[in-house]
């Protein structure tokens, strides 16, 4: 089982950046995809970017694709989402998950996700 522990969501002005972390316990995660979905209220839940484990390869939501760059550092344990030019339509609660070993799966290990706000 996996713990995920995200951390630095806060309120930005639009245009501004924010970097989320996802730190990665109990169990080594570099055999997992670990990502970031966000939801707004009202809205649902958005898959937004994704870093797997076996090639690193890294997915994008068209929302994002420019803004926001997704990284790990396996010795760390650590995924961070680094993020540009936010908009006011970024507000969500960001939410870090992990799937074994590839993005394509869903999935199944959660953490209890950071608030993001931008406001205009």
């Known amino acids: 089982q996996l713990q995920l522990v995200e951390s630095g969501g806060g309120l930005v002005q639009a245009g501004g950046s924010l970097r989320l972390s996802c730190a990665a316990s109990?169990?080594?995660?570099?055999?997992?995809?670990i990502g970031w979905v966000r939801q707004a209220p009202g809205k649902e839940r958005e898959k937004v970017s994704c870093?797997?484990?076996?090639?690193?390869?890294?997915y994008y939501a068209d929302s994002v694709k420019g803004r926001f760059t997704i990284s790990r550092d396996n010795a760390k344990n650590t995924v961070y989402l680094q993020m540009n030019s936010l908009k006011p339509e970024d507000t969500a609660v960001y939410y870090c998950?992990?799937?074994?070993?590839?993005?394509?799966?869903?999935?199944?290990?959660w953490g209890q996700g950071t608030q993001v706000t931008v406001s205009s």
């Open positions: 998950a992990a799937v074994w070993d590839s993005c394509v799966y869903e999935y199944d290990q």
């Open positions: 109990g169990f080594t995660s570099d055999y997992y995809a």
């Open positions: 870093i797997s484990s076996s090639d690193g390869s890294t």
